[in-house]
């Protein structure tokens, strides 16, 4: 298994018309995606309801602690869920578009190698494209659309 390098998110053209590409060198490899990029945000209900009063969200307890609000990928949000609030009866996780957030989004390597998106922005609402209210962390994978 090779140890990807930290990706970027940068601003461009692409043929399909988005603007966003990601890019990620891993190994010798570097696979570009081009399209509509989401990340998760995975909130206890509380926090959600504080997002959507304000308008925007500056980041949990922990995101302050970070510097930066904690997001996954389509792929780590179900794994995230469990490993971080598996005994939470619900949760929200708000889908968000990362063109928006411009290169306040960076994916960084995590303590477990992998790559997450994290954000050095407030996120505004209007970023959110979906939200899905599941009955704990086991309920997120099947919650989400693939």
């Not at 930290?6 to 060198?25: D, I, N, T």
């Not at 939470?88 to 995590?110: F, N, Q, T, Y």
């Amino acid at each position: 298994m090779h140890r990807a390098a930290p990706a970027h998110v940068r601003r461009r053209s692409c043929l399909s018309g988005a603007a966003v590409e990601v890019s990620v060198q891993v190994g010798l490899t570097r696979e570009l995606y081009c399209g509509p990029v989401l990340i998760y945000k995975i909130l206890l209900p509380a926090e959600w309801a504080e997002f959507e009063a304000a308008g925007r969200f500056d980041g949990s307890p922990f995101d302050h602690e970070s510097g930066f609000i904690h997001c996954s990928s389509r792929e780590q949000v179900g794994s995230t869920a469990l490993g971080v609030f598996p005994d939470e009866p619900a949760l929200v996780i708000a889908a968000i578009d990362a063109e928006p957030l411009g290169e306040s989004v960076r994916w960084e390597e995590s303590t477990d190698g992998g790559l997450f998106p994290h954000v050095y922005a407030p996120v505004p609402r209007d970023a959110v494209t979906a939200v899905y209210e599941v009955a704990g962390a086991a309920a997120v994978e099947e919650a989400l659309p693939a």
